[in-house]
């Protein structure tokens, strides 16, 4: 199965955040809820889960929505094991949680803090931000 989406989404954040003055480390095992973490001289490390959104809903009768799962997703064939196919996300998994909206070019970040617990988050640019990079700007400020 191809992970082209992901990996697309992957290498824009790699982009955007070394044009934004972060250097990336990448974990060699994708065995791990961190995709990336990144770094300014001088400030601590922030772990990043990066996720694609998926449009649900397409113009011209809906209102364009995309979602993106807030958990780990097990492929079908681990289903026969008897753990569950979804695991949400736990509290210091990650700091960051990035969604790429590639229809729009824009990029919804979340704070890990506020959005644990849920199963999905929806964006709509109607109604939501996105290219939020301040998060990460204040994310050295607000965090011991």
Not at 37 to 49: E, F, L, S, T, Y
Not at 50 to 68: D, F, N, S
């Amino acid at each position: 199965m191809s992970n082209t989406s992901g990996d697309i989404a992957e290498t824009s954040f790699l982009a955007e955040v070394y044009r934004r003055g972060y250097k990336a480390y990448l974990p060699f095992s994708h065995d791990t809820r961190t995709d990336m973490v990144i770094k300014r001289p001088g400030q601590r490390m922030i772990a990043v889960q990066i996720k694609k959104g998926t449009l649900q809903k397409a113009e011209p009768h809906l209102a364009q929505v995309w979602k993106a799962l807030v958990g780990s997703a097990k492929s079908s064939n681990r289903l026969g094991n008897g753990k569950p196919r979804f695991t949400k996300y736990k509290i210091n998994a990650f700091d960051v949680l990035a969604v790429y909206i590639q229809e729009e070019n824009k990029w919804v970040l979340h704070r890990l803090d506020d959005i644990v617990g849920k199963a999905s988050i929806r964006w709509n640019k109607d109604k939501h931000i996105s290219d939020n990079w301040d998060l990460l700007e204040n994310y050295n400020t607000t965090t011991p």
